[in-house]
């Protein structure tokens, strides 16, 4: 009888990728007023201070466009829709 060498087999490895981030921007637009637009974002977006909804209400208007929430996709998708649904001009949710 002869001794078999033990068979190896290469092992598979598995590369995991997080979960992209997506953004959440805000867009100008010539209807909704700088008060609608920063209430809005303390309304909706975790953890919004008056004073940061403030600068990035006034960076949509003066720069066109703000990031107001970089995140997971599901709440993101959440803060989308809360922030559509109040007449605010959005961009469609960006992966990061």
Same mark, same amino acid.
């Not at 998708?77 to 960006?94: C, D, I, K, N, V």
């Given at each position: 009888?002869?001794?078999?060498?033990?068979?190896? !087999? @290469?092992? %598979?490895?598995? !590369?995991?990728? =997080?979960? @992209?981030?997506? %953004?959440?921007?805000?867009?100008?637009?010539?209807?909704?007023?700088?008060? +609608?637009?920063?209430?809005?974002?303390? %309304?909706?977006? @975790?953890?919004?201070?008056?004073?940061r909804?403030?600068? *990035?209400?006034?960076?949509? +208007?003066?720069? #066109?466009?703000? !990031?107001?929430?970089? #995140? @997971?996709?599901?709440? &993101?998708e959440?803060? +989308?829709?809360? *922030?559509?649904?109040? #007449? *605010? !001009?959005? &961009?469609?949710?960006e =992966?990061?």
């Amino acid at each position: 009888m002869t001794a078999s060498s033990p068979v190896l !087999t @290469p092992e %598979k490895s598995t !590369t995991r990728k =997080p979960y @992209p981030n997506f %953004k959440v921007i805000v867009l100008n637009d010539d209807f909704n007023t700088f008060e +609608h637009v920063a209430r809005c974002l303390l %309304k909706y977006i @975790p953890g919004m201070t008056e004073s940061r909804a403030w600068q *990035l209400t006034e960076q949509v +208007h003066f720069q #066109g466009q703000a !990031t107001v929430w970089i #995140g @997971p996709q599901e709440p &993101a998708e959440l803060y +989308h829709q809360q *922030l559509s649904r109040e #007449g *605010l !001009t959005m &961009a469609p949710l960006e =992966p990061v």
